[in-house]
C-alpha cells in the first residue's frame, strides 16, 4: 500500500534559520499534498498544500515543493520564530482513496 | 477548528466497557473520518464516511464501528474496549475525498 517517510523526525533551530522537512510517498498517482502544524494538545491544522500539477507554492514564509518525478516534496519554513515549534505532518492523497500522513517531525525553534 | 467538536475530550474507562466517541460539524462537509495518533505512527484511519448511513473501514478498523445517522454526526464505538485502544482520537472532516481534511479537536482516551 501507499507509505508516505517524512524526515527528519527532530528538527532543532536556531530563531531566524530556515528549517525544511521532507516527505517521499510511494503512490505516482497521488497528486494532493497538504502539510499540518499541530501544537500540544490541538488538533492537526492546514497550513499549506500543493496539487500536482504546481512545482511550488509559497505563503509568507512557509513554502512547499514538489518532485513528481522524484516522488518528494518539502516544507520550507523561513524566518523561524518561536511560534513555529509544533509537530509537523505531511500527508499524500491515495488514488481513489483518502490521505496517507507522514510520521510527523517535531520542530523546535530556539530562542 | 473549522466548525467541529468533538465529545467527550477526555475520557478515562476499564477495559472490556463500550465506548463512543462523538463528532459533531457545522459546515455541511459530506465526508468524514476517525483517525487515531499514537506516537511513531502519525495518523491512521479508522473509519469514515461518504454520507449519511454510507461508511467504510480504513487501515485500523478492527474493534471499531462507526455510525451517521445525520449529516453532522459521526460516531465512533468501541463495542469493549482495550488497552490498545488507549490513543488521542481526532475527527476530520473535508468536502470530498483527496479534498482537504479539517480536523477536531481530539479525544484523550486511557482504557485501564
Known amino acids: 500500500g501507499e507509505n508516505v517517510e517524512q524526515h527528519p523526525s527532530t528538527l532543532s533551530v536556531q530563531e531566524g534559520d530556515s528549517a525544511v522537512i521532507k516527505c517521499t510517498y510511494s503512490?505516482?498517482?497521488?497528486?494532493?499534498f497538504p502539510w499540518y502544524k499541530q501544537e500540544l494538545g490541538k488538533g492537526p491544522q492546514l497550513i499549506i498544500d500543493?496539487?500536482?500539477?504546481?512545482g511550488e507554492k509559497k505563503d509568507q514564509r512557509i513554502a512547499v515543493t514538489l518532485n513528481k518525478t522524484a516522488k518528494h516534496f518539502s516544507l520550507h519554513i523561513t524566518e523561524t520564530q518561536p511560534e513555529d515549534s509544533a509537530v509537523y505532518f505531511c500527508a499524500a492523497s491515495i488514488s481513489g482513496q483518502n490521505f496517507v500522513f507522514g510520521p510527523g517531525t517535531r520542530l523546535s525553534v530556539l530562542p | 477548528d473549522a466548525g467541529i467538536t468533538q465529545s467527550p475530550r477526555h475520557k478515562v474507562t476499564e477495559t472490556g466497557t463500550p465506548v463512543t466517541l462523538r463528532c459533531h460539524q457545522t459546515e455541511n462537509h459530506r465526508y468524514m473520518y476517525w483517525y487515531r495518533q499514537d506516537p511513531g505512527h502519525g495518523l491512521r484511519l479508522i473509519h469514515y464516511?461518504?454520507?449519511?448511513?454510507?461508511?467504510d473501514k480504513g487501515e485500523v478498523s478492527d474493534g471499531y464501528s462507526v455510525s451517521r445517522s445525520k449529516t453532522e454526526d459521526f460516531l465512533l464505538t468501541l463495542e469493549s474496549a482495550t488497552s490498545s485502544q488507549t490513543s488521542v482520537y481526532f475527527c476530520?472532516?473535508?468536502?470530498?475525498?483527496?479534498?482537504?481534511?479539517?480536523f477536531g479537536p481530539g479525544t484523550r482516551l486511557l482504557v485501564l
Open positions: 500543493i496539487r500536482s500539477n504546481v
Open positions: 503512490d505516482s498517482a497521488s497528486n494532493y
Open positions: 464516511s461518504y454520507g449519511v448511513k454510507d461508511t
Open positions: 476530520a472532516i473535508s468536502e470530498a475525498q483527496q479534498e482537504t481534511q479539517y
